[in-house]
């Protein structure tokens, strides 16, 4: 196939064996469902009631038993061929002898669940029935064990609630009723939980009526036959918790000013995110339900020989992991450190590498290896307390530990720091000036010297901004009007002509065209890159994610695979598996002519209640940051361009345009930046993606010391910036920062007045068209 071919022609070109389709395709289907079953966790499993007895007499409970929620809202939804929920698949397993129903409870809820959708309710929306008088009593008698299932949905925009009774963060008084009827009545009570973000586990975790419970997540078009998988003991749970599970929402750090305006956040909780808060602050610890890296399985494992050794800056650890039960299952091994408290303060531990196991029979051993930088271990210094802006290691004792969660380690290793030591000098870049106050590792607050945001240069007399896909590119010459010594962009191609030649005879109102996106082709929802056909630059069509590719349902004919949400994928610790995703997804954007996925999301869990955790990772930075140059990899092997977002900051949904991040510059590179830089440096992504948000005043895609100064001056991306979709920041600051294009279209008229009043020079333009040009030169 000739280069470019696909988006210049757009061509129903099928990808896979014997002509047939890859998008959709029952390999596609059955890869989204083995991926989920690798990410759902086990929390409990009281007296081994799961897996369930082939024969077992069940009765299933719970709207979400029918009301199936594959993924959260927004870009993360999918148009797919179908969704499969629970009852679906335990009616499959009743057909084949496996198990027998009370079909009347399984007849009512998906009647009940069909209703409310052709009545325009969403999946994760619908209310509960009512149950008749005699249906609870009839169910106990013809079955011995309940599955109670729960669903939640969540959505780009707007953010969850964490108030009790409410139904988000924790059960409303219809469900908390349903769960005490029928635990009243049934010997045996397993809970599946299909949410996509964090949610009280206070209602089960003590109470002995709930014998098992099932974490399922968001798990994509065949969640509910990966949830039966699961409890049917076909596969053997292996996932563990990416993320902290607190006994009530108010005891994470962030909730007390999560909600305290909707102009501004304030990362008071500084580095102390997640399992990082509840294992450093004194009393914070009594307050964990579930810890971070926690998992069951259906048989046990034992870690013996343990050894660790440095050598030339490297830390190597190694143990032998042993399958001690009778059932085969995979074991997650997880390295973390500790670090001396020093004069910057740490947390008690942080992750520092993670490997999991392949399938072991039992009594069958793998020796498992994990290596990591020292420098690795190193604190960002943004006071001078050793050195200002400099990673510096801090002398004493850093001790190395390996083991199953952050709750059971066993200490491998002790790194002698014997001096303080700069490991990596950087810059005083993205200060704050409103950040009040922070936290510190003994529970206290380091009070913070407050100022006012520089100002910038008024626009309010430059062109009004374009709205939402009302200031298209069009250039108005012809073929005819082409000189016979134009450089047409084959010539770059070919090498034959530079990138400064081919953009030098362009004039500035083509140049300034370039930085802004086109209009849709094809099957294309989200505009495109480039479009120049005068010049021979193609269009270049992105398509959203991350939770599969996402193709609006105007009758345009086409389904796609929803994969698990992103959150689930990080349970299962299992970065080939996730690469393996990314390359099947992006198979699919290939196939529908398409250039650039927009996904990886990456930001963090600072809190359970942003909408939009279900597309993000963990509340650990560098599990993120592994899962998403995982997923990049995957992606780019196919020739499509990966999009890591949001660039960053973005842990809230309400006002997310105009909200102010407030974080400090330590918390800003080891917390919220650290996972792009991992992606970045480990995977090469074609794009970047910036937020919303301000971070410290400045939006991201206006903000040079982020772009500029971190992004490509430190980290060395060589990528393309683009902006997220019709944000509210001035093209002109973006184009001096280094945002190449703005989406979905470019503020034209307003560049060129920037250009006439000299804010921004030729020169400016053509560092951002040639990032973008370089970016379409990498496609097929």
């Known amino acids: 196939m000739r280069k470019w071919q696909r988006i210049l022609y757009q061509p129903c070109l099928p990808m896979g064996e014997d002509g047939r389709l890859v998008t959709a395709s029952p390999a596609h289907i059955a890869l989204s469902r083995r991926a989920a079953c690798e990410g759902m966790v086990l929390l409990k499993n009281e007296n081994k009631l799961l897996p369930l007895k082939k024969g077992a007499r069940l009765a299933l409970f719970g709207v ?12 993360g939804d999918v148009t797919v061929p179908f969704t499969h929920s629970l009852i679906d ?9 496996e198990i027998t129903v009370f079909e009347p409870l399984q007849n009512l809820y998906s009647a009940h669940v069909a209703n409310a959708y052709a009545a325009g309710k969403r999946p994760g929306n619908v209310p509960q029935p009512t149950l008749p008088d005699d249906m609870l009593r009839d169910a106990s008698h013809a079955a011995d064990t309940a599955i109670i299932s729960i669903c939640r949905y969540s959505s780009e925009g707007w953010d969850r609630k964490g108030i009790p009774g409410d139904g988000d963060f924790y059960l409303t008084a219809e469900e908390q009723a349903l769960v005490n009827d029928v635990t009243a009545v049934f010997p045996h009570t397993v809970v599946v939980l299909n949410v996509g973000g964090m949610v009280d586990t206070s209602w089960f975790r003590d109470n002995p009526k709930i014998e098992a419970v099932l974490l399922a997540w968001q798990a994509g078009l065949e969640g509910g036959f990966a949830e039966w998988d699961i409890l049917s003991g076909k596969v053997t749970p292996s996932g563990h918790l990416c993320d902290t599970f607190a006994s009530c929402f108010d005891d994470y750090p962030s909730s007390a000013n999560f909600n305290e305006s909707d102009d501004y956040v304030e990362y008071t909780d500084d580095i102390y995110v997640g399992y990082r808060y509840f294992e450093t602050i004194p009393g914070a610890k009594e307050k964990v339900n579930y810890p971070f890296g926690y998992g069951l399985s259906y048989t046990t494992f034992a870690m013996d020989k343990f050894s660790g050794e440095e050598k030339d800056g490297v830390i190597t650890l190694t143990c032998r992991v042993t399958n001690t039960g009778d059932r085969e299952g995979k074991q ?18 942080a992750l520092a590498a993670f490997a999991k196991t392949d399938t072991l029979a039992p009594g069958e051993s793998r020796r498992v290896t994990l290596t990591f930088p020292v420098s690795d271990m190193a604190s960002f210094d943004d006071t001078g307390a050793v050195k200002r802006s400099c990673r510096v290691l801090e002398a004493g004792a850093y001790k190395v530990y390996l083991g199953s969660s952050v709750r059971d380690l066993t200490e491998v290793y002790v790194h002698e720091q014997k001096k ?18 922070r936290l ?6 380091e009070a913070l010297e407050t100022s006012e945001y520089p100002s910038v240069y008024d626009t309010s007399d430059f062109p009004a901004k374009p709205h939402w896909g009302c200031e298209y590119i069009q250039l108005s010459k012809t073929d005819t009007d082409r000189p016979e010594d134009m450089i047409h962009i084959d010539s770059v191609v070919k090498g034959e002509r530079t990138m400064a030649e081919f953009l030098a005879q362009m004039s500035d109102e083509d140049i300034i065209d370039l930085l802004g996106g086109v209009e849709n082709t094809g099957v294309s929802d989200t505009h495109s890159w480039g479009g120049q056909r005068f010049y021979g630059i193609p269009y270049a069509p992105t398509c959203d994610g991350p939770a599969g590719v996402r193709i609006s349902p105007a009758d345009k004919g086409v389904t796609t695979t929803a994969w698990p949400c992103a959150t689930l994928l990080a ?11 990314g390359a099947a997804g992006a198979k699919e954007v290939k196939e529908n002519n398409m250039s650039v996925w927009l996904t990886p999301a990456l930001n963090i869990h600072r809190s359970p209640l942003c909408g939009r955790n279900f597309e993000y990772y963990s509340e650990d930075p560098y599990l993120a940051g592994k899962m998403a140059a995982a997923c990049v990899r995957g992606i780019q092997s196919q020739h499509i361009g990966a999009c890591i977002k949001h660039f960053c900051c973005n842990n809230k949904e309400t006002n997310r345009k105009w909200s102010d991040s407030r974080v400090s510059e330590r918390a800003l590179r080891e917390i919220y930046l650290r996972a792009f830089e991992i992606t970045v440096k480990e995977s090469d992504p074609w794009s970047l993606m910036t937020s919303y948000n301000l971070v410290n005043g400045v939006y991201p895609s206006e903000n040079k010391e982020l772009l500029t100064g971190i992004l490509r001056g430190e980290w060395g991306f060589r990528g393309m910036v683009t902006t997220d979709w019709n944000n509210d920041a001035e093209h002109y600051r973006e184009v001096l920062a280094g945002n190449d294009v703005r989406m979905p279209t470019g503020s034209k008229r307003r560049l060129q007045k920037a250009l006439s009043l000299g804010l921004i020079e030729r020169k400016d333009l053509e560092a951002c068209a040639a990032r973008i040009i370089e970016l379409i030169l990498k496609l097929d």
């Open 64 to 75: 979400g038993s029918a009301d199936y929620v594959r993924g959260g809202g927004g870009s």
């Open 89 to 97: 698949a335990t009616n499959a397993a009743a057909k084949a002898g």
């Open 332 to 349: 997650v091994v997880q390295a973390y450190y500790s670090a001396p408290q020093g004069k910057l303060g740490k947390p008690k531990y």
């Open 420 to 437: 303080d030591e700069v490991t990596e000098t950087l810059h005083a870049y993205v200060a704050p000036h409103k950040l009040s106050k």
């Open 440 to 445: 510190k590792a003994d529970g206290t607050y």
């Open 571 to 581: 349970c299962s610790w299992n970065t080939a598996l996730v690469e393996e995703v």
